[in-house]
């Protein structure tokens, strides 16, 4: 998967709820018209993973099975 350099407003960023309770332990996703971005909310600037929409779709089916 790309490391993405996408604009997404803070807004829409979400903590994951499988993070952890602590600070040390969080990810953050954000969905857009292209896919899903996901980051590490200890680095909000930094680099972030892009995944396509299809990729994501496919990872759900495979999870929810």
């Known amino acids: 998967m790309p490391v993405g350099s996408q604009h997404v407003s ?3 960023w979400f903590k994951s709820s499988y993070s952890g309770g602590n600070t040390t332990e969080c990810v953050e996703a954000a969905f857009t018209p292209f896919g899903l971005l ?3 909310s200890k ?4 680099p972030h993973v892009v995944v396509s929409s299809a990729a994501w779709s496919r990872f ?3 999870a929810l099975r």
């Not at 680095?43 to 930094?46: H, L, Q």
């Open 10 to 12: 803070e807004s829409a």
């Open 38 to 40: 996901l980051r590490d």
């Open 43 to 46: 680095r909000p600037d930094g």
């Open 60 to 62: 759900l089916a495979t």
